[in-house]
């Protein structure tokens, strides 16, 4: 739906608006996959470390803090998705939508805390390497790998549409590969008896954590510092709003991110004598959504009368 109204800045120079929005089509609920990850997970975090402290493994134990440390994020996530789905109110106009990111980004923070941690507890154990039930690690690790490999295949649809639902792909498919790592490596401590391979193997595969995970942390902290989202080009948008009807100028054009699946845009059009046109603020608007994505555009019509500029002109971006 379109419609005119208007904006607090225009009291100084009489302008007419226009404003379109839509609503996102957001992955399919994941509150379920959230439910059931987070209860596997913590049942498998509390009888690793039960077996971890009988088998001597510093590496189930570290492998266990890990996962607890990704059952925190999943809870935090699901408690960010939650929050999205709020209605806006007078003090929240956008809803809580944001908190989304502000979830991704501590997850992919998180990640990498935990993952740090576990690298530096790997290269004291190449010092000072301990021997360990190595059946038993085996088991516990396989275990592990079932639970965490089921809990990352139930996000795995979501993980393209939303930054937070990937996060929580991120955080259990990483947690699998752990599991899998620290399976191998009590597999050839058994067959050998190197006891340095165990923490040997934690820093590969923390390595690989970390090079998954810094896409994630880059393009939240995007995301939190209201950079243009991943995937909407902007000149192609400011070439289309350009080539409006009667558009001679567009300038204090904004995209940026409402939420891990939503976009919103501001911009203000330049249309010399034209009026407000309901009809092309509605097509407009289904066409920033259908070909950019852009689910909340706000458009400012402007006629571009001498001797009253728009104060915000200036502060165009190229």
């Not at 839509?22 to 509150?31: E, K, L, Q, T």
């Not at 439910?35 to 492998?63: K, P, R, W």
């Not at 576990?118 to 085996?138: C, D, K, N, Y």
């Not at 209201?226 to 400011?238: E, F, I, K, N, S």
Request: a negative charge; aromatic letters at 6%.
């Amino acid at each position: 739906m379109a419609h005119t109204h208007d904006h607090p800045h225009d009291h100084d120079h009489d302008h007419a608006h226009g404003h379109g929005h839509g609503h996102s089509h957001a992955p399919a609920s994941f509150g379920r996959a959230f439910a059931i990850g987070i209860t596997l997970n913590i049942a498998y975090v509390a009888a690793e470390a039960t077996y971890g402290v009988l088998a001597n493994s510093l590496a189930l134990l570290s492998d266990a803090g890990h996962n607890l440390g990704d059952v925190l994020s999943l809870a935090v996530a699901w408690v960010a998705a939650w929050m999205g789905g709020k209605a806006p109110t007078a003090r929240y106009t956008y809803g809580l939508r944001g908190s989304s990111i502000l979830a991704a980004l501590s997850n992919a923070m998180l990640l990498l805390i935990i993952t740090g941690g576990i690298a530096w507890e790997a290269i004291q154990r190449l010092f000072h390497p301990e021997p360990s039930a190595g059946m038993t690690v085996m088991v516990v690790a396989a275990v592990g790998v079932l639970v965490n490999g089921f809990t990352a295949w139930m996000f795995a649809s979501g993980r393209k549409g939303d930054v937070n639902i990937r996060a929580a792909f991120t955080h259990m498919a990483s947690d699998a590969l752990v599991a899998a790592g620290v399976v191998a490596a009590g597999g050839v401590m058994l067959l050998t008896g190197w006891t340095w391979l165990d923490p040997a193997v934690s820093l590969v595969i923390g390595a690989i954590v970390v090079l998954g995970t810094w896409s994630l942390l880059r393009e939240s902290l995007d995301l939190a510092l209201q950079a243009v989202p991943t995937g909407v080009d902007r000149a192609a948008v400011l070439a289309y709003l350009g080539a409006l009807p009667g558009v001679s100028e567009v300038h204090d054009l904004h995209i940026w991110g409402m939420s891990t699946t939503e976009t919103a845009l501001t911009a203000h059009l330049v249309r010399p004598g034209g009026e407000v046109d309901d009809a092309l603020l509605h097509t407009v608007c289904g066409e920033l959504r259908s070909r950019f994505s852009v689910h909340h555009a706000t458009l400012q019509i402007e006629a571009g009368a001498l001797g009253h500029p728009c104060s915000l002109a200036d502060e165009a971006v190229v």
